[in-house]
């Protein structure tokens, strides 16, 4: 089946750097991959929707200037949430949906856990 | 705006007993899918089970299998023969179908599940 790889799992940063999480599909051409964030105990929020080539779309809410998203191929797409505060820290999570062949189906990342010190 | 209700936050079951998770949901276009997916501790967002809305059928997967009442707008989960492993939350999730194709997930707010020995 379809697999779509994030990294890292895990990651501390400072308070005031950047980080970047990834998220590849690594078997399919992702034409649109979408970013989640979860909290504690809550269901999943949708930060954005990303297609290739073009710029992401962004929900009521999110700052895109804090978390840029970059999705620059089929097969890559990168979230980096700029000057992390504690409050950014979450988990964080991307799907992808792929051509024609598997469009029927939305594939997720294992999640990265961010922790911002 | 579309909205998915999962009103029971936390449910239990006795191993090899079957429960029902209850779902429900609102919109008012005529072509969507609607899915159950599990997350164990691991966080990682496993499919369970989907449904397009324009088959009638019930979606049937092993021991998964639901309830599409789509004049109610309702889709309830039926885990039969529960295993310690179904222990995880459980999402109800929908999305619109564009010629086809997959929005972004709109979730509910999950129910708890924990199967008991």
């Known amino acids: 089946g379809a697999v779509v790889s994030q990294h890292p799992s895990r990651v501390i940063c400072k308070s005031g750097t950047s980080v970047k999480i990834e998220c590849r599909s690594l078997?399919?051409?992702?034409?649109?991959m979408f970013w989640y964030r979860q909290f504690p105990k809550q269901s999943l929020m949708l930060m954005a929707t990303s297609n290739e080539g073009s710029k992401a779309t962004y929900e009521q809410g999110v700052e895109k200037d804090k978390f840029l998203i970059n999705h620059a191929s089929l097969t890559l797409s990168t979230l980096t949430v700029t000057s992390a505060h504690p409050e950014d820290s979450s988990f964080y999570i991307c799907?992808?949906?792929?051509?024609?062949?598997?469009?029927?189906?939305?594939?997720f990342g294992e999640g990265s856990w961010l922790t911002v010190v | 705006a579309q909205t998915v209700t999962q009103s029971q936050p936390e449910m239990s079951v006795q191993e090899a007993e079957t429960v029902t998770l209850s779902c429900t949901y609102d919109t008012s276009e005529s072509n969507y899918y609607l899915f159950w997916y599990k997350q164990p501790p691991s966080r990682q967002m496993i499919l369970v089970i989907r449904?397009?809305?324009?088959?009638?059928q019930n979606a049937t997967e092993n021991r998964f299998s639901v309830n599409f009442q789509k004049a109610a707008k309702s889709f309830s989960l039926k885990i039969s023969d529960s295993q310690l492993g179904d222990t995880a939350m459980y999402f109800c999730a929908f999305t619109h179908s564009y010629g086809g194709s997959q929005g972004n997930l709109i979730f509910g707010k999950g129910t708890k599940l924990s199967v008991k020995p």
């Open positions: 078997d399919f051409q992702a034409t649109t």
């Open positions: 799907s992808a949906r792929g051509r024609r062949e598997v469009r029927n189906t939305i594939y």
């Open positions: 449904q397009e809305a324009y088959k009638q």
